[in-house]
């Protein structure tokens, strides 16, 4: 299984039998030339393959972030070189830390966001742990922020105020409800977004709701952040001038609601809940066949309703029956036709059906348990799985998503609390003595 429980032995990860592959020999980590930040020349590193360098080398990124999405924004930077910089609260850090312990006494969601990431901690509410940040945020180029409401002004470091002192500067705040409005102050967490935006009603059964089973308006409110932080780096690098850039967690799932609200306002009606099936497309769901196994089918046009017909089916005069002629008809008589194809699913073996609907050139997919996913052929087959080291050990984890052309992307270790704190401090010129009086005060 490629994705295993973490452990402190490579060899125990599958290596040998290819399901994880370490760095080749030769690429080590190596300082490359400073591009943009004061902050690069200090402590900014990269991998160099060849004349290749990473995408945001020499951007330096200074983060006071928690939970979900800005840390999901700021992977992402990291991932493409950028040098991330976590500010987290000294004893306890981000508070993601202790959402769960369920990959050895870590939480499941912090190691998946925090990867290539450096961890100061450092109390922003004192004046010299908040003299240490502005000192950061001054040398860098990217400053992000999902504090709570008023926080980052109540620091000094307001879009407004940052931008005063350097307009080259690029802020990222990302708020529940946008930072104006009558829902400003108010808390947001990702299940309370899904309801507000309608979202819930949608997902589910016919009678009951239920929460999308990710974390999606997070993540959907850093990935328009990371995208944010990308146009403005590039417009800068045009103008020379930067930005200041805001999304709420709301407005990115608005975004996504988009579709269901034009059928809502068009139709009158909302689409229905229909559970693992498409609302208002038909056939489009899971068939159980006749040794247990689940299969989904997607049908979108009437050709390959036709096609369906005829070759799985084995009725071509199904297609022009007056109940199912066209996909309207097929959602408004969907029990019946429902019916109809799963008789012809349950006499058939998965294998069996499997092998009609490619015959037939029909889109379906199996319903996988999360066990089945990790073990999925094309994850495997196409090297997806990487190591990833922890401070209790190493895991393994999804390389990103996009192919940049190198052959290894940035993937360095989950940080543990403060463990570049001195190294940072030092290299921003502060003296062992003075570092040691931080950390009996507790600053650090």
């Given at each position: 299984m490629p994705f295993s429980s973490i452990s402190r032995s490579p060899a125990s990860m599958g290596w040998a039998d290819g399901m994880f592959r370490p760095t080749r020999a030769g690429q080590e980590p190596s300082r490359a030339a400073p591009v943009h930040s004061e902050l690069a020349p200090i402590f900014y590193r990269t991998y160099r393959e060849g004349k290749a360098v990473l995408a945001l080398s020499g951007i330096t990124v200074v983060t006071l972030e928690q939970a979900v999405a800005a840390p999901f924004a700021t992977r992402q930077l990291a991932d493409l070189g950028a040098r991330v910089i976590k500010i987290e609260r000294p004893g306890s850090?981000?508070?993601?830390?202790?959402?769960?312990?369920?990959?050895?006494?870590?939480?499941?969601?912090?190691?998946?966001?925090?990867?290539?990431?450096?961890?100061?901690?450092?109390?922003?509410?004192?004046?010299?742990g908040r003299g240490i940040l502005h000192e950061l945020v001054g040398r860098a180029d990217v400053l992000v922020q999902n504090l709570g409401p008023g926080a980052a002004d109540r620091l000094g470091l307001g879009a407004e105020a940052v931008r005063a002192q350097d307009p080259a500067k690029i802020v990222l705040g990302i708020t529940g409800w946008g930072s104006s409005g009558p829902w400003a102050q108010r808390k947001a967490y990702d299940l309370l977004v899904q309801c507000e935006a309608g979202l819930v009603s949608l997902t589910g059964s016919a009678g009951e709701p239920a929460r999308v089973g990710i974390s999606v308006a997070d993540i959907a409110a850093g990935m328009y952040g990371f995208s944010g932080v990308l146009a403005a780096l590039y417009q800068r690098q045009i103008t020379g001038v930067g930005a200041a850039l805001e999304v709420s967690l709301f407005e990115a799932l608005a975004e996504w609601m988009g579709q269901p609200a034009n059928y809502t306002a068009g139709s009158g009606r909302q689409p229905p809940r229909a559970g693992a099936r498409h609302p208002t497309i038909a056939p489009y769901g899971p068939f159980d066949a006749r040794d247990g196994r689940t299969i989904l089918i997607a049908i979108q046009n009437e050709t390959e309703w036709a096609r369906f017909c005829r070759v799985f089916l084995a009725d071509p005069d199904v297609s022009a029956d007056q109940r199912f002629r066209t996909n309207t008809l097929r959602v408004a008589n969907r029990a019946a036709l429902d019916k109809l194809i799963g008789e012809r699913f349950g006499g058939l073996d998965a294998a069996a059906a499997a092998a009609l609907l490619d015959e037939a050139q029909i889109a379906h997919a199996g319903v996988n348990t999360v066990p089945e996913f990790l073990q999925h052929p094309v994850l495997r087959e196409r090297d997806r799985w990487r190591p990833v080291e922890t401070p209790a050990g190493i895991t393994a984890a999804l390389r990103p998503p996009i192919d940049t052309g190198q052959d290894e992307p940035r993937m360095d270790p989950v940080p543990g609390l403060g463990a570049h704190t001195v190294d940072v401090l030092t290299e921003l010129g502060h003296s062992p003595a003075e570092i040691a009086e931080l950390t009996d005060r507790r600053i650090i």
């Amino acid at each position: 299984m490629p994705f295993s429980s973490i452990s402190r032995s490579p060899a125990s990860m599958g290596w040998a039998d290819g399901m994880f592959r370490p760095t080749r020999a030769g690429q080590e980590p190596s300082r490359a030339a400073p591009v943009h930040s004061e902050l690069a020349p200090i402590f900014y590193r990269t991998y160099r393959e060849g004349k290749a360098v990473l995408a945001l080398s020499g951007i330096t990124v200074v983060t006071l972030e928690q939970a979900v999405a800005a840390p999901f924004a700021t992977r992402q930077l990291a991932d493409l070189g950028a040098r991330v910089i976590k500010i987290e609260r000294p004893g306890s850090g981000d508070f993601a830390r202790q959402y769960d312990e369920s990959m050895n006494g870590q939480s499941s969601y912090f190691v998946w966001l925090n990867r290539s990431k450096e961890s100061v901690a450092l109390d922003v509410k004192s004046p010299e742990g908040r003299g240490i940040l502005h000192e950061l945020v001054g040398r860098a180029d990217v400053l992000v922020q999902n504090l709570g409401p008023g926080a980052a002004d109540r620091l000094g470091l307001g879009a407004e105020a940052v931008r005063a002192q350097d307009p080259a500067k690029i802020v990222l705040g990302i708020t529940g409800w946008g930072s104006s409005g009558p829902w400003a102050q108010r808390k947001a967490y990702d299940l309370l977004v899904q309801c507000e935006a309608g979202l819930v009603s949608l997902t589910g059964s016919a009678g009951e709701p239920a929460r999308v089973g990710i974390s999606v308006a997070d993540i959907a409110a850093g990935m328009y952040g990371f995208s944010g932080v990308l146009a403005a780096l590039y417009q800068r690098q045009i103008t020379g001038v930067g930005a200041a850039l805001e999304v709420s967690l709301f407005e990115a799932l608005a975004e996504w609601m988009g579709q269901p609200a034009n059928y809502t306002a068009g139709s009158g009606r909302q689409p229905p809940r229909a559970g693992a099936r498409h609302p208002t497309i038909a056939p489009y769901g899971p068939f159980d066949a006749r040794d247990g196994r689940t299969i989904l089918i997607a049908i979108q046009n009437e050709t390959e309703w036709a096609r369906f017909c005829r070759v799985f089916l084995a009725d071509p005069d199904v297609s022009a029956d007056q109940r199912f002629r066209t996909n309207t008809l097929r959602v408004a008589n969907r029990a019946a036709l429902d019916k109809l194809i799963g008789e012809r699913f349950g006499g058939l073996d998965a294998a069996a059906a499997a092998a009609l609907l490619d015959e037939a050139q029909i889109a379906h997919a199996g319903v996988n348990t999360v066990p089945e996913f990790l073990q999925h052929p094309v994850l495997r087959e196409r090297d997806r799985w990487r190591p990833v080291e922890t401070p209790a050990g190493i895991t393994a984890a999804l390389r990103p998503p996009i192919d940049t052309g190198q052959d290894e992307p940035r993937m360095d270790p989950v940080p543990g609390l403060g463990a570049h704190t001195v190294d940072v401090l030092t290299e921003l010129g502060h003296s062992p003595a003075e570092i040691a009086e931080l950390t009996d005060r507790r600053i650090i």
